[in-house]
């Protein structure tokens, strides 16, 4: 077992050595509840050989895909996952291994891949049944997909295609900083602030609260600018009725709504961007058919041809760049 999970059950299990948590556990479960040690010196490895015997029983010599994705918050805990790839439907998707990684490069996410490739055939790595790479579009991750290539042959590397969306949502969003700056500042003033969220719910009860969109998760600025379009009206009112004294956001805000090109500019990203979002929420569905992904791409393409103007080509062009930078994606088409 990695030493990465071997921390994190240590640390689950020593939450037993509570006195009320196992109270309340022998209570709700009618059991004698073992002590951390007992647990971790006489389970764990015993749950985690069964586990990794039914992957390896259900991988047998089936073709797979693998996907590797990193987490940077102080330390690099990187998750490999696997999926079986059938002819007849969607396969089985596992968590083959977690690992704390010493830093974020190509030369150890290879060592990673190859290592859990290993974990999966301790008898022997089946090179050949590993056919798709899926990461994201780091140049690390690509700079390793073509080393892993060197030694998986058969294997097709695709980097994914929402993280590609998300960068041309942020290409739509750093040509409009009115919205963004309107977004912002809306926020702001309902943020830790019941009496003017109590005034918002008063005065617009059938409407949600302003969105809160979040950078790293896709599409949400969208959302929010969409929303803003829909509701602008109740949403101008609404902040006008507020006192500019209390706070300098919504003096900011009501200086945004006064903008007499505002309304025109929420109503061109709606109708012309707001798509892309649905389409985001759409590919990150489990178990979609690769037709149905790729004819998702064609259609937001045939979309982001519409839009005039420098921000319409600039955004198509965007677009087309992330594309034809993810080779292995083209050679999926072609498939």
């Not at 073509?146 to 040509?175: D, N, P, W």
């Not at 809160?212 to 602008?232: F, H, K, Q, S, V």
């Not at 979309?303 to 965007?318: D, N, R, V």
């Given at each position: 077992?990695?030493?990465?999970?071997?921390?994190?059950?240590?640390?689950?299990?020593?939450?037993?050595?509570?006195?009320k948590f196992k109270?309340?556990?022998?209570?709700?479960?009618?059991?004698?509840?073992?002590?951390?040690?007992?647990?971790?010196?006489?389970?764990?490895?015993?749950?985690?050989?069964?586990?990794?015997?039914?992957?390896?029983?259900?991988?047998?010599?089936?073709?797979?895909?693998?996907?590797?994705?990193?987490?940077?918050?102080?330390?690099?805990?990187?998750?490999?996952?696997?999926?079986?790839?059938?002819?007849?439907?969607?396969?089985?998707?596992?968590?083959?291994?977690?690992?704390?990684?010493?830093?974020?490069?190509?030369?150890?996410?290879?060592?990673?891949?190859?290592?859990?490739?290993?974990?999966?055939?301790?008898?022997?790595?089946?090179?050949?049944?590993?056919?798709?790479?899926?990461?994201?579009?780091?140049?690390?991750?690509?700079?390793?997909?073509?080393?892993?290539?060197?030694?998986?042959?058969?294997?097709?590397?695709?980097?994914?295609?929402?993280?590609?969306?998300?960068?041309?949502?942020?290409?739509?969003?750093?040509?409009?900083?009115?919205?963004?700056?309107?977004?912002?500042?809306?926020?702001?003033?309902?943020?830790?602030?019941?009496?003017?969220?109590?005034?918002?719910?008063?005065?617009?009860?059938?409407?949600?609260?302003?969105?809160?969109?979040?950078?790293?998760?896709?599409?949400?600025?969208?959302?929010?600018?969409?929303?803003?379009?829909?509701?602008?009206?109740?949403?101008?009112?609404?902040?006008?009725?507020?006192?500019?004294?209390?706070?300098?956001?919504?003096?900011?805000?009501?200086?945004?709504f006064n903008n007499?090109?505002?309304?025109?500019?929420?109503?061109?990203?709606?109708?012309?961007?707001?798509?892309?979002?649905?389409?985001?929420?759409?590919?990150?569905?489990?178990?979609?058919?690769?037709?149905?992904?790729?004819?998702?791409?064609?259609?937001?393409?045939?979309?982001?041809?519409?839009?005039?103007?420098?921000?319409?080509i600039a955004t198509?062009?965007?677009?087309?760049?992330?594309?034809?930078?993810?080779?292995?994606?083209?050679?999926?088409?072609?498939?």
């Amino acid at each position: 077992m990695g030493t990465f999970l071997k921390i994190l059950v240590i640390i689950l299990f020593y939450k037993i050595e509570n006195l009320k948590f196992k109270a309340f556990l022998q209570e709700y479960t009618g059991k004698e509840i073992p002590k951390e040690a007992t647990l971790r010196k006489g389970y764990v490895d015993d749950c985690y050989q069964d586990t990794l015997a039914k992957i390896r029983n259900c991988v047998s010599n089936n073709k797979i895909w693998v996907s590797i994705d990193e987490m940077t918050k102080g330390r690099f805990v990187a998750k490999v996952i696997i999926g079986v790839l059938r002819t007849d439907g969607p396969g089985e998707i596992f968590l083959l291994n977690t690992e704390e990684l010493e830093k974020a490069n190509h030369q150890t996410i290879f060592k990673l891949f190859d290592k859990s490739m290993s974990i999966l055939w301790p008898q022997g790595v089946h090179h050949d049944n590993v056919l798709l790479f899926l990461s994201d579009a780091a140049p690390y991750m690509v700079k390793s997909g073509k080393v892993i290539q060197a030694l998986y042959s058969k294997m097709i590397h695709v980097t994914c295609i929402v993280h590609g969306f998300h960068r041309v949502a942020e290409e739509v969003r750093s040509y409009f900083n009115i919205v963004d700056r309107l977004i912002s500042s809306v926020k702001k003033v309902f943020l830790k602030a019941p009496t003017r969220s109590r005034i918002f719910k008063n005065e617009a009860p059938d409407i949600p609260m302003p969105p809160r969109p979040i950078l790293n998760r896709w599409g949400t600025w969208l959302d929010a600018a969409n929303y803003y379009c829909e509701n602008y009206e109740v949403i101008k009112n609404i902040i006008n009725k507020l006192d500019e004294n209390d706070a300098s956001s919504i003096k900011k805000a009501k200086d945004i709504f006064n903008n007499p090109n505002l309304k025109a500019i929420l109503a061109f990203i709606s109708s012309n961007y707001s798509f892309l979002s649905t389409y985001i929420t759409r590919l990150e569905k489990q178990n979609m058919m690769l037709s149905e992904s790729i004819s998702v791409v064609k259609i937001v393409k045939e979309k982001l041809q519409s839009p005039q103007g420098k921000e319409g080509i600039a955004t198509y062009k965007k677009l087309e760049n992330v594309l034809s930078k993810n080779k292995g994606f083209e050679i999926i088409e072609q498939i």
